[in-house]
């Protein structure tokens, strides 16, 4: 198994607010995913957004409390609708030949105070990948 | 293996001699794509199972599926060098508030084509089948990345 891509809609009609949005995490360079090392997260876990709940949350890009993988990037988030069909992001460009983790795709919701409340419609989002 | 969605066609691999290598083997045993010996390939094709393949495979614990597809088969010239793997494309769909997510499809197409140097270009010419055996042809100097329609 390789070549694992993520992509998602143009564009998704959450109501999120002024400048709010659905983040997914970048790297400078190389695989976008997050690998699942223990430096940046427990065993079996991730990295979760801190904050105080109902009120405020610190952004992917967060210089001290960001998520550790990608905090310290120079374009640390983007909209997740970057990335469609047409433009897949590399999760991870590794070959797995025997069960493993693969690297994972870091997706944060931003919330603006004049976002619209309330249940939201489904987006799909799609993994690819290739194997023989 | 357990295959999920379960795997519509099998590659078999032709050799110069004259003998063949099958992704599954008479016991029902599995071959991997990378003890194919590509210095002796002649050909190579996908294709689909009998029924009395399905029944026999899946007694053996492989998830594989007979449908009447046609096959599709590749003879290799000198300097082709052969491009065959499977694509899978899963979409879930995630939902606010509580980040409900669930897997709404699995596709598979199977990719077969070869790659050659023309003029000190590498070119690529791919064919991606879907499990209903329809097929889409992509010819260019990079590797095409079709998905299922």
């Known amino acids: ?132 | 293996m357990g295959y999920n969605p379960p795997l519509v066609y099998y590659w078999k691999a032709f050799y110069h001699d004259g003998t063949e290598l099958a992704q599954f083997d008479d016991e029902g045993n599995e071959h991997l794509f990378k003890e194919i010996d590509q210095s002796k390939l002649k050909g190579f094709g996908w294709f689909p199972f009998t029924y009395q393949q399905e029944a026999f495979l899946k007694s053996r614990g492989h998830n594989v599926r007979a449908l009447p597809l046609p096959s599709y088969v590749l003879w290799l010239k000198p300097g082709q060098r052969l491009i065959a793997f499977r694509r899978h494309f899963l979409s879930l769909s995630i939902q606010t508030p509580v980040g409900v997510s669930s897997l709404t499809s699995h596709k598979v197409l199977y990719v077969l084509g070869w790659q050659e140097t023309i003029g000190g270009r590498n070119m690529q010419t791919l064919m991606y089948i879907d499990e209903e055996g329809n097929v889409e042809l992509s010819s260019s100097h990079e590797t095409a990345k079709k998905e299922p329609v």
Not at chain 1, 19 to 29: A, K, L, M, P, T
Not at chain 1, 79 to 91: E, G
């Open chain 1, 1 to 132: 198994m390789y070549d694992i891509k993520f992509y998602g809609p143009s564009s998704i009609d959450w109501e999120l607010g002024t400048g709010g949005e659905v983040r997914v995490g970048q790297r400078d360079s190389g695989d976008h995913g997050c690998p699942h090392d223990t430096t940046y997260h427990g065993e079996d876990q991730y990295a979760q957004a801190s904050g105080t709940e109902g009120e405020t949350g610190y952004p992917i890009e967060d210089g001290t409390n960001g998520h550790p993988y990608y905090r310290t990037q120079t374009t640390p988030v983007v909209d997740v609708t970057t990335y469609t069909s047409s433009n897949k992001m590399q999760v991870d460009s590794n070959e797995y030949t025997s069960a493993a983790k693969s690297k994972a795709v870091v997706l944060q919701v931003k919330v603006a105070s004049d976002a619209t409340p309330g249940a939201k419609s489904a987006v799909t989002f799609t993994f690819e990948y290739s194997e023989i």
